[in-house]
T-cell receptor, first 116, second 113 residues
């Protein structure tokens, strides 16, 4: 079945540091890939997504490139801010045997704390 | 446009009690979902619905029931709560077709004593 493995946290960085959160996946089909972010006390919200190989999703200074050859979708940001402190989830949406792709499979989440 | 809302935000139950969590969305989305979030486990899908009047089991459906009588509402029921159901519950919705984004509610924190 489908699965997502992401870097275990917590990750603690100083402001303006470079961020990488690793994400690899296993899928039977040709999935779309997502990063969701959960700020303290809130629900999840989409950060970025990519729907085909070599696509780069980007938003709010974050980027991730869909690498089919390495089955990866690593999240990066060049200079983190205190306001980026949150839990980050990698997820995939795959076409199932019935031809539907309405379910997301999530990684376990990575807690990022950015200190001033 | 409120997006996805959940009621209540917090609840404490005793073992064996029942309750219903309500999810409402005003985006005319066809698909709706209930997840639970537990420390170190990420989000796990409990039940989902691909349209009014239809529901299906997700990854961890035992101990829960759902109903989707109206397109905009998705109810999650616990008939006899157990301490193992202590969790944060999230509802989500999305449009049908493609790989569209799921929109999440703010969550309900449930404690079962």
């Amino acid at each position: 079945g489908d699965s997502v493995t992401q870097m275990e946290g917590p990750v603690t960085l100083s402001e303006e540091a470079f961020l990488t959160i690793n994400c690899t996946y296993t899928a039977t089909g040709y999935p779309s890939l997502f990063w969701y972010v959960q700020y303290p006390g809130e629900g999840l919200q989409l950060l970025l997504k990519a729907t085909k190989a070599d696509d780069k999703g980007s938003n709010k200074g974050f980027e991730a490139t869909y690498r089919k050859e390495t089955t990866s979708f690593h999240l990066e940001k060049g200079s983190v801010q205190v306001s980026d402190s949150a839990v980050y989830f990698c997820a995939l949406s795959d076409i199932n045997s019935g031809g539907s792709n309405y379910k997301l499979t999530f990684g376990k989440g990575t807690l990022l704390t950015v200190n001033p | 446009n409120a997006g996805v809302t959940q009621t209540p935000k917090f609840r404490v139950l005793k073992t064996g009690q029942s309750m219903t969590l309500l999810c409402a969305q005003d985006m005319n989305h066809e698909y709706m979902y209930w997840y639970r979030q537990d420390p170190g486990m990420g989000l796990r899908l409990i039940h989902y619905s691909v349209g009014e009047g239809t529901t299906a089991k997700g990854e961890v459906p035992d101990g829960y029931n759902v109903s989707r009588l109206k397109k905009q509402n998705f109810l999650l029921g616990l008939e006899s709560a157990a301490p193992s159901q202590t969790s944060v519950y999230f509802c989500a919705s999305r449009r049908a077709g493609g790989t569209d984004t799921q929109y999440f509610g703010p969550g309900t924190r449930l404690t079962v004593l």
